[in-house]
Every structure is written in structure tokens, then in C-alpha cells.
């Protein structure tokens, strides 16, 4: 136990090198060669000398990241203005009045919208490297930073996971503002308050935490802020990065936050009163607290009909325990309990595993990893390759594996349909924690037949209401039971039904909406509508 | 005391699931042939007559484990052992509990597996399960609970579609007079499963809303009481009194009865997974209920707790391994020993007297 902690003891930063300076000099020459020699010379870093004012009085040093920033923005709006226009005025009145150039540049020239006046120098290459313009002064220690952030990014495109028939089709992006207007537009009130921070000490990463002022619970609100302050990485390259360091439990299967790439599904929860994640440079925003129920939950589910969607989610919680169970039931049932499988049924299974030389464990282990290694294949293949692998596995593996007498027909039909069930979970990372599990339940069902599912299963369900993610049961509303929210679990409720929000993530603003049952009101049934649900 | 909370609906669960337990295996009165309804029924209302006089026990002394009841009760030097023997005795049920699922699972689905392995494997999930404790244990009933009634639902459908039950069987109502329902009463019915309600007594100090506590547990009693009556009934008149009292898993005989058409048929599974669902609440309450009371009564720190689980474990699986050669000696000890010389004295004499000497201790402090 010691040695593990100190083996895992955190090192102390040490940062190499010169000591550092902590302000701007009052020199521009100084100030370019310390920027310049700090950044090692780097080719995207421009720096760039020149003279202003009537008689080119104002000496004046601009620095900005190639690649980062709008050039037209930067030629139009800073050197021109500064270098062209205003040399034709004279500045003589004002000179006197504001007794320095910084003061008469900062009100009169620089014609930017965002503008910030900076003075330390680690703020310089912070702001100089995510994109801002550094306008330097001679004899001033202050520096301008002008907002002119313009790169290449990939535009709003329908999300690649989680995709709908209905529904809208704009998905996150890698861009954080991008991101946070994708949920400004739908949800244009106040209270949607989004505040962000850089995480990472190197790669300042901007991470955002959007929630719904009033809906979303403080404490949790309170409990995610905490969690994310504790953080101390050197970089977040993905919001899996701010995922697994804020994550409930690290040794589950089950995933305690949910991640999505769809603004809508976001927007929803944050209505809700969840709490989103935004992290620069990623697609997929988290959303916490993450429940069960949550990953059998699809934006679809909420776009078509309540009947409808009752049915899909019920075919998703069934392909749950299909995907699940069925390898280690038909392992129990064949090894261990002949005797509960109807007699016609039975023959026809044992014809078909006469000819198999191994136990139906083996059997299933075999095919299941097969499965497991043509699933990986076919994820990482360049598209061109793709449909060879699905050949390859479809005809030869399936087909050709029964035909040399190798696994029986049966299995294939298993694994196969185990396969197909385990990608109908809405969420990709819940899909892979049942695969992780299907295994251990093939394990218990070769050793102890039923006997060992069942307790897998009791074990699976401890282990599950055991859980919490940011302080809330992760299996409720079933356990604990909230009646009130059993009206979007396995049923989904007509919309009119959906009037309160979940108990346990929000507390306190819990009416949702006081809409009555849709009825003609032109016919007698007029008589019979329902009053309105009082709002609290 | 820890913060963990359980809430009505909660406890309801538990108790349903701890009184349905192992009864479907051995407590369904079968012995009394056509009249074991009569027995149960009255069994219960001798249950609920107990369960009454422990919730009185709790009421006065509300918050406290019945471990700590009984040492404030009885002082330090006479309660401590008494408090001592009670987690033993709780330890006990359980390791007869799960020596009984030892031998269902030998007789009917594992045949060749030995009884260790099967065994520790229970017990590794019943550790388990009292390391996260009652809470999670109460979640955990709360999920099962409608899949459970869903296939006892199904079990009693289905036979009662078949036209399998025959009236005949249970006629004529006391045949054999009261004197045979009376020594199925007394003790064993009374105190198999009714009276091993005294294990709530531990747990009620976690419920969350302490006033409808005892209407709770009088209702889960009551209701689970009238299942088990209905099951012993159905099990009667479909197997005939004799072969219900010579069976060994008569439930599982019961339902292989059930053949529709050839289609529906060989339904055991729904009654193994009823049994050991049933079973595992069973088995992981008494377990915890001895844990947390030993935990408290030899002050055993809440971070070593995992390793007390283990230790507890061990036990677990020794005693109920060298409690008996075989199926047969265990029953017949379980059903003719055990309630006479351990649930007689630990469910009603000394409750008795602790209620007697409290209310003595009441009267005295009042002058």
C-alpha cells in the first residue's frame, strides 16, 4: 500500500530553463526580443515593427499567430488604421489631453469590438497563442490584445454518432464558441448561464460549464465546479480527458457521465436541470448527473410519436438483456440444463452440435471474440478496405465456420443477434460496458449454468444501485422509486404528461410545462378537460 | 451510526422478499397435510402477535439497534452476551438458510458441482452486498421486486390455467383435528418464517419515516403471509397432501406439472430464479444484520469493514458446511430442533422478558 502511493505520489512541476518575467518591460525592442526568444523562434509567430501617428512619432510592434487569426481582420482593421488613417489627422489636441499615446490609441484608433489591456507576460503568449493580436508600445508596459481569433474549422455537420430519422441534424463541433451558439439558440434565456475556465497547464484548454440558473441544482452545480477545480493535468486534448477525472467511480463498467454530440440532446438536459461540459477542441459535450435510464433514452424518442417511442425503448431495455445474456443462457442451457429446453427444440440443437469438437463455452468464446476482433477491424480500416472485412466475416467466419463443422449453426445465430442487440443502446460507451460484461456472465454460465447468471446478475444489479453520478443514485427513478418520474423510464409519456422535470437532479423549479391534454374543443368533450396542474 | 437510509416503500420490499425466502423451500407448514393452510394462517396471526410486542420493544427504545436495545434493557454485564448471542444467532439462520440453497441447487439444476463451491459463491455475492450495505441491498429489492412478483405471478397463473389445482385435496377442512394443527403451529409455524420478523427489529433504526414504521412492516407481514398461504394451498391441491409432505422441492414439482400444449412447459427456471432472488435477500439481510450488530458490539472501525465482511464470510460458509452430513438431516433438524431449542427461546422467551423488564424499568422510574 505505501509503495503504491509512492509510487504514485505526484512529482513536483519543475520547470526548466530561465527564471521567468512576470510584466511587460517598458521597452518595445526588449519586450519583442524576450517574446521571440521565449518562443524559440517559432516560424508561425510574426512579429512585425512600424511606425504610427503624423510624423511616425509612435513606434509600435504587433505579434500574432499565423494560422490563428483572420488575416484581412488584422491588414483592414489594425494596420491600415493605424498606419494609413489616422496619419492624416492630427492629434496635437488630443496628445495634450491624454498625455500618452496608449490612452489615445486605446480610445480613438483601435476600432475592434473585443479589446482587452494586458500586463503580464504570461498573459501575452496566452492571449498571443490562442489566437489574439498583441499590439506592443514603445516606452509603455502595457500591451493591447486584440481580438482577430479566425481559423479553419470544421463546420456544423450532422452528428456521426447518435443520428436521427427526425430531428435536427446540426451537430457540435471542435470549437467552443461554435458549440456554446449551438446552444444559445435554442435556448435564448437568461438563466442559461455559461461560464469557463482553461484547464491543462499546457494546452489551456477552455472547458465551459453551461446549466440552467434556477432549474439546475446548486449543489450539484456547486459539486461539478469543485471537481473540475481539482483538476491539475498538463493537457485535455478530449472531453474524455475531463470525463474520467471527474467521474464518480473509476472502476465500473458503466459510464456516471453521458456524453453526446447532439445540441439538442444537450439543450434538453440542461432544461432538465443537468449541467453540460463543453471542452474546446472536442464534439462530444458531457452531461452530468448521468443516470441509467438515460443511456436507453434517444433525442428521437422526444420527436416522435409517444407510442411509438414507448415501443423502441422498450425493444432497447430488451436488447439490453439480450445483448447481455444471451451467449451465457445458451451456454447454461446446452452445458448445464438439457433438461429445460422442449424436447423438439433440444434434438434439433444436439444434431447441430454433434459434429462441433468443442464445449459450447469454447464455442462461444471463439465466435464472441471473432466478433469482437472484425468489430475493431472494421472501426479503424480506411472505408475503401470496409466492405472486404464485412465479406470476410459475414461469408467466411459465419458460413464457412459452420460448414467445416467448427461451431454449430446455432451459435452463429447467437452471436450474431448479441452482436445486433449490442449496438441499439443510443450511447456507444454503454454498448461497450455491456460487451465487457457479456464476457464474465459467459464465464459464470460455463461454471455454475443459471445458478451463476443469476448471481452475476444480483451482483451486476448491487454493484448498479451502488452507484452515484455527482450524488445521485444512478438507477434512480427505479430504485429509489419516484412515481412521479416513471413517466419517461420504459413508457414515454405523451409530451402533455412530461409536465415535471426529475426529481432528485432538481428540486426546485419542478413544473415543466401546464399544458392540458390536446382535445377538439368544438365537440361536447369540451366538458370533460382536464384542469390545469397548478404551478408551485 | 452510518448515514445510510432506507424508506417505506423500501422496507416493505425487504420484508416480503425475507419472509418469501427459503419458505417456498421448507416453511410451507406441508406437514399438516390438508389443513397447512389453517396452520399458516394461524401461524400469522401468532407472527403478527410478535412482531407487535418487538415494535413495542422499538418504540421505547426508538433509534437503537436490538443488539443496544438489549444491553440498555439489561445492563451491560447480562445484556452484552445476550446481544453477543443474538448476532450469533442471526449468523446462524443465515448459514442455515444458504445450507438449505446448497442443497436445492444440488438436487435440482447443479448436480455434480460440490456444495463449497456453490456455496461460496452465494456467500461472495452476500458479502458483497452487506460491504455496500442495507441501502443498496433495499435498492437492489426494489428493482427485483416486480420481476419477482411478474414470475410468481406467472407460476400461479399458469397452474391455476391448467386446471391442475383439485379441491378434493384439501377437503375435508380439519380432517385430522386440532390437535395436528396445533403441533405445526407451535413452534415451528409460529416461528418459521413469522417469528424471524425479530431480524427487522436491527433494521428499523435506518427507516426514514419512523412513525408509519410499524403499519409498514405489519403490512409487508400480512401480505406476505397471504403469498405464502396462496402457494401452500396451490401446492397442496395440486400435488395431494402426501405427496406434498413426501416432496422434496414440492414447489418445483408443482410447476413442472404445467404443460400447455406443448408449448408453454418446463417452467423451472422461473422458479429457480424466484428461489434464489428470494433466497439471497434472505440470506444477505441475516447477514447483514449480524455483521452490523457485531460491528457495533466489538467496535469495529467503518474502514475495516471490508475485512470483518470477510471474516463474517468465512464463518458463514464453515457453519453452514459442517451443520449437517445431508439434505435429510438438515430439514429434519431444521423443522423439528431448530424451532423448538433456538427460535422458541431467542423469538419469544427472551423478548418476553426483555419487554417485562422494560416495562418494570418504565414503572420504576416513573416512582
Redesign the interface.
Known sequence: MFKWKKLFQKKEHSEQGKESVPYLYNALQKNMDYIKQTLGGSTDVVFRNFHAGEDGSIKLGLIFTDGLVKDDFIHDYILKTLMSEIRETTFKHSVTKHNSNFDLLRKYALTNAEMEVIEEMDKVFNHLLSGKTILLLDDCSKAFSIDSRGWEARKVEEPSSQAVVRGPKEGFTETLRTNTALLRRRIKDPNLWIKSKPIGTKTQTDVAVAYMNGIASDEIVKEVYKRLNKIDVDSILDSGYIEELIQDETYSPFPTVYNTERPDSIAAGLLEGRIAIIVDGSPFVLLVPALFIQFFQSAEDYYQRADFATLVRIIRYLSFFLALLTPSAYIALTT??Q????TSLLISLSSQREGVPFPAFVEALIMELTFEILREAGVRLPKAVGSAISIVGALVLGQAAVEAGLVSSAMVIVVSLTAISSFVSPSFNFAISIRMLRFGFMVLAAT?????I??GV??M???L??LRSFGV?Y?SP????VKSDQKDVILRFPRWGLFSRPRLINQTNIIREDTSKPEPTSTKRKFFKRKGRKKK | MTNEKINRYQLFTLIIFFELGSTFLVGLSLNAGRDSWIVLLLSLLGGIGLLLGYLKLYSWYPDLLFTKAVIKVLGRVVGYPIALLYCIYFLYMGARVLRDFGDLLAITILHGTPLFVTITLFTIIIGFGAYLGIEVIARTGEIFLPWALLMGGLFIFFVYMMGLPQLHNIQPILNDGWSNIWNNVFPAGITFPFGEMIVFSMLYPYVTNQKKLSTTSLFGLFISGLIITLISVTIVTVLGPSWAKSSAVPVLDTISMVNLQDFIQRLDPIVIILLVMAGFFKIALLFYVSFIGLKDLLSIPNNRRGAFVIVLSLLLITVSLVMSKNYIEHTEVGLKIVPLYIHVPMQIIVPFFLISIAIVRKKLAKN
Open positions: 448445464y440444463h433438461e429445460m429446453i422442449p455454475f449454468g443459471l445458478y451463476g443469476l448471481l444480483i451482483a444489479v448491487l454493484h444501485t451502488s443514485p438507477m427505479m430504485a429509489p422509486y
